[in-house]
């Protein structure tokens, strides 16, 4: 019984984090609602006036990115502004012939009487962060706007943002992402769901409330007095937006989010680019964990309240793990629970955990609706992308999970850029992506392996106990099989 009760403590302890993270979500849920009623008062620039009209300066840190530099740059010079107030900065650490070619047509540009630079680094000391920092240092603007390579801005989109910093207190506006490819596959739609409820749930619900909100790396403007303020960008952690982000909020700064604002992007169409996002990320969400939680508990400006949403902010990354030991001990747990019928009570009270799935669902349906509209037609086409991005998202959890433990003890690893391809249409093919990794993630066996595992819990289901089967769990197992096998599968035949 000794291992049973361990597997119980750990399986109770997983399932009570998630539910915490559950209330969290429906509390922003609240905010949500909420802010939807506040009526827009931020004090803004006036652009009918030219001494209004400041300065800014758009980075483009971009890192072997051929097939989307000319699209990229040929958006970015149709930026509705005033050419002498306006200053783009190409921030290229490539190392292939994408270098060139956007040397080329930076300096067409440069005919134009546009003022865009080409800065260049000898290395990538800092990635991203470093790039950023390096180019800091010459940046003409009082505020800097950055677009990641596979961003599409409107032309209007620094009318949009800079007005904003009126507010002398404002530090950063973040908008919210759009998709220029969500129909292209499964795959996408099931990013794009996830991406939908963070830029409209949670970073609303935070930000209506005051709590900590990250600039998401993109498609955001800072204040450079900020940045320098806050100690300037730092390449430390994989998630240098994040960390910079809570380094601001702690000094002060303020961060307007503007949900009305969308900057349409690509999304990551096969599945080892999204791979390398998720790590990215994920990684990066738990070095910032690391690194920022006990400043967070030791500010004494920061409500107890703000304080516990930007916790649980910090840990987003890490429910992957406790979802992945919820699913792994779920098989166990069914035979524990037809083997000892003196522990009835405690699986009728763990039931109650189910409600979980119920909040994520009301919540998920409320930020689905603000983009894509109601209805009954969209609520069952909701209902089935729910079960698609659950089951989905729980097949990355290995994956997710191996990034959060290297992020939590200190494992230092590479910046991997997420891979660009420029497809908007079906008709698109990824196939010939000269920076696509042709080598199998070792995961990958342990991702089959989960799927046959989950198999083997659904066939449980018709065998467990004395009573014909016990089918509480075969849900949730068919929805992992279904995840792990799609992970699996995809991983394998998305090498080509």
Same mark, same amino acid.
């Given at each position: 019984?000794?291992?049973?009760?361990?597997?119980?403590?750990?399986?109770?302890?997983?399932?009570?984090?998630?539910?915490?993270?559950?209330?969290?979500?429906?509390?922003?849920?609240?905010?949500?609602?909420?802010?939807?009623?506040?009526?827009?008062?931020?004090?803004?620039?006036?652009?009918?006036?030219?001494?209004?009209?400041?300065?800014?300066?758009?980075?483009?840190?971009?890192?072997?990115?051929?097939?989307?530099?000319?699209?990229?740059?040929?958006?970015?010079?149709?930026?509705?502004?005033?050419?002498?107030?306006?200053?783009?900065?190409?921030?290229?650490?490539?190392?292939?012939?994408?270098?060139?070619?956007?040397?080329?047509?930076?300096?067409?540009?440069?005919?134009?009487?546009?003022?865009?630079?080409?800065?260049?680094?000898?290395?990538?000391?800092?990635?991203?962060?470093?790039?950023?920092?390096?180019?800091?240092?010459?940046?003409?603007?009082?505020?800097?706007?950055?677009?990641?390579?596979?961003?599409?801005?409107?032309?209007?989109?620094?009318?949009?943002?800079?007005?904003?910093?009126?507010?002398?207190?404002?530090?950063?506006?973040?908008?919210?992402?759009?998709?220029?490819?969500?129909?292209?596959?499964?795959?996408?739609?099931?990013?794009?769901?996830?991406?939908?409820?963070?830029?409209?749930?949670?970073?609303?619900?935070?930000?209506?409330?005051?709590?900590?909100?990250?600039?998401?790396?993109?498609?955001?403007?800072?204040?450079?007095?900020?940045?320098?303020?806050?100690?300037?960008?730092?390449?430390?952690?994989?998630?240098?937006?994040?960390?910079?982000?809570?380094?601001?909020?702690?000094?002060?700064?303020?961060?307007?989010?503007?949900?009305?604002?969308?900057?349409?992007?690509?999304?990551?169409?096969?599945?080892?680019?999204?791979?390398?996002?998720?790590?990215?990320?994920?990684?990066?969400?738990?070095?910032?964990?690391?690194?920022?939680?006990?400043?967070?508990?030791?500010? =004494?400006?920061? &409500?107890?309240?703000?304080? /516990?949403? %930007? *916790? #649980?902010? @910090?840990?987003?990354?890490?429910?992957?793990?406790?979802?992945?030991?919820?699913?792994?001990?779920?098989?166990?747990?069914?035979?524990?629970?037809?083997?000892?019928?003196?522990?009835?009570?405690?699986?009728?009270?763990?039931?109650?955990?189910?409600?979980?799935?119920?909040?994520?669902?009301?919540?998920?349906?409320?930020?689905?609706?603000?983009?894509?509209?109601?209805?009954?037609?969209?609520?069952?086409?909701?209902?089935?992308?729910?079960?698609?991005?659950?089951?989905?998202?729980?097949?990355?959890?290995?994956?997710?999970?191996?990034?959060?433990?290297?992020?939590?003890?200190?494992?230092?690893?590479?910046?991997?850029?997420?891979?660009?391809?420029?497809?908007?249409?079906?008709?698109?093919?990824?196939?010939?992506?000269?920076?696509?990794? =042709?080598?199998? &993630?070792?995961?990958?066996? /342990?991702? %089959? *392996? #989960?799927? @046959?595992?989950?198999?083997?819990?659904?066939?449980?289901?018709?065998?467990?106990?004395?009573?014909?089967?016990?089918?509480?769990?075969?849900?949730?197992?068919?929805?992992?099989?279904?995840?792990?096998?799609?992970?699996?599968?995809?991983?394998?035949?998305?090498?080509?």
């Amino acid at each position: 019984m000794i291992l049973e009760s361990i597997i119980i403590v750990i399986y109770s302890t997983a399932l009570v984090l998630i539910f915490m993270y559950a209330l969290a979500q429906l509390n922003l849920l609240f905010n949500y609602i909420r802010s939807k009623k506040k009526v827009e008062d931020s004090p803004r620039f006036d652009f009918s006036k030219s001494d209004e009209i400041p300065h800014v300066t758009i980075q483009l840190p971009v890192y072997n990115e051929m097939y989307v530099m000319e699209r990229l740059l040929n958006n970015i010079a149709e930026m509705d502004y005033p050419k002498d107030k306006l200053e783009i900065q190409v921030l290229d650490d490539s190392t292939d012939e994408s270098f060139q070619s956007t040397a080329v047509q930076i300096k067409k540009l440069q005919a134009t009487g546009l003022d865009i630079q080409h800065i260049s680094r000898e290395n990538r000391t800092g990635f991203k962060a470093g790039a950023l920092k390096v180019g800091l240092e010459t940046a003409k603007g009082e505020y800097i706007a950055i677009f990641d390579a596979d961003f599409l801005p409107k032309k209007c989109w620094l009318k949009s943002t800079i007005p904003y910093f009126k507010d002398p207190e404002i530090g950063v506006v973040q908008t919210r992402w759009g998709h220029l490819n969500r129909d292209y596959s499964i795959l996408t739609r099931v990013q794009a769901f996830a991406l939908d409820a963070h830029f409209t749930l949670e970073q609303v619900g935070r930000n209506s409330q005051g709590h900590f909100i990250n600039f998401n790396g993109t498609a955001g403007v800072w204040r450079r007095d900020c940045i320098i303020d806050a100690g300037n960008w730092e390449g430390d952690t994989l998630t240098e937006d994040l960390d910079l982000s809570y380094r601001a909020q702690l000094k002060n700064w303020k961060f307007k989010y503007l949900e009305e604002v969308e900057t349409p992007a690509e999304l990551p169409v096969v599945i080892s680019a999204a791979r390398s996002q998720q790590f990215r990320w994920n990684k990066g969400g738990a070095e910032n964990f690391q690194k920022m939680l006990w400043k967070v508990l030791r500010n =004494k400006n920061v &409500s107890s309240k703000t304080k /516990i949403h %930007g *916790i #649980l902010h @910090l840990l987003n990354s890490t429910m992957f793990l406790n979802i992945l030991i919820v699913a792994i001990l779920s098989i166990p747990m069914l035979y524990i629970k037809n083997e000892y019928a003196h522990l009835k009570t405690y699986f009728i009270v763990m039931s109650f955990f189910v409600i979980s799935t119920l909040i994520f669902f009301v919540c998920y349906w409320f930020t689905y609706k603000s983009i894509y509209g109601g209805g009954i037609s969209r609520f069952f086409e909701y209902v089935g992308m729910f079960f698609v991005f659950f089951s989905i998202a729980m097949g990355f959890s290995v994956h997710n999970s191996i990034a959060v433990l290297e992020g939590h003890i200190g494992k230092k690893s590479e910046f991997v850029r997420t891979p660009k391809f420029n497809i908007n249409s079906l008709k698109g093919s990824w196939k010939g992506n000269k920076y696509l990794k =042709k080598k199998l &993630s070792p995961n990958i066996v /342990i991702e %089959g *392996i #989960l799927m @046959l595992y989950f198999g083997f819990g659904m066939y449980s289901a018709f065998v467990v106990g004395d009573q014909g089967g016990d089918f509480g769990l075969f849900p949730f197992h068919l929805m992992l099989f279904i995840g792990f096998g799609f992970v699996f599968f995809k991983s394998l035949t998305s090498r080509i």
